[in-house]
T-cell receptor, first 116, second 114 residues
């Protein structure tokens, strides 16, 4: 079965510090990978998605970047955090070949980021 | 107009009640519909998915899609305190291309009290 791991689970970072959140998926090959942010009262916001190694699409201009150095590894980064970067960050994956379930995606446990 | 509208609640019901959660949408091209359950400080987990119109049942949960009204529902029978969570609807139009966009509602917060 497929599993998704995301870390760290919680972090508190000062303004201006760098950020690195990491996500790995097991049990599948060539998944589509996603980074979402969930802010209180604002729902899920898609930040980045990737259909393959080195292929990153950004949904919104922001202080963040993403990279996919390996097939099942997805990294969210920032060089200098802003207060507005605080939130709950979720990594997710979906099968490359979608069948009946369409593009159903599966989420990791999330990372709580507080920028102080 | 947002693609997907969902009443954020909060919704509070006694144990054993039937719960009805709903979403409306504007894009008539949507044909895949999903419900996710999210416990506090956890990632959303897929609860149910349906394709096109109709009903789908899984234990105490029933998902219903009415494409003519652009309206989807999730019913929870015999609700339990363990059902207390935020429920998010999601939907998409695309199946054929490599990556289809998934549109989420903002979620409805449900509390089931004993």
């Amino acid at each position: 079965s497929q599993t998704i791991h995301q870390w760290p689970a919680t972090l508190v970072q000062p303004v201006g510090s760098p950020l690195s959140l990491e996500c790995t998926v097991e049990g599948t090959s060539n998944p589509n990978l996603y980074w979402y942010r969930q802010a209180a009262g604002r729902g899920l916001q898609l930040l980045f998605y990737s259909v393959g190694i080195g292929q990153i699409s950004s949904e919104v201009p922001q202080n963040l970047s993403a990279s996919r150095p390996q097939d099942r590894q997805f990294i969210l980064s920032s060089k200098k955090l802003l207060l507005s970067d605080s939130g709950f960050y979720l990594c997710a994956w979906s099968p490359a070949q979608r069948g009946f379930s369409g593009n159903t995606i599966y989420f990791g446990e999330g990372s709580w980021l507080t920028v102080v | 107009q947002k693609e997907v509208e969902q009443d954020p609640g909060p919704l509070s019901v006694p144990e054993g009640a039937i719960v009805s959660l709903n979403c409306t949408y504007s894009n008539s091209a949507f044909q895949y519909f999903m419900w996710y359950r999210q416990y506090s400080r956890k990632g959303p987990e897929l609860l149910m998915y349906t394709y096109s119109s109709g009903n789908k049942e899984d234990g105490r949960f029933t998902a219903q899609v009415d494409k003519s009204s652009k309206y989807i529902s999730l019913f929870i029978r015999d609700s339990q305190p363990s059902d207390s969570a935020t429920y998010l609807c999601a939907m998409s139009a695309d199946r054929g291309s490599t990556l289809g966009r998934l549109y989420f509602g903002r979620g409805t917060q449900l509390t089931v009290w004993p």
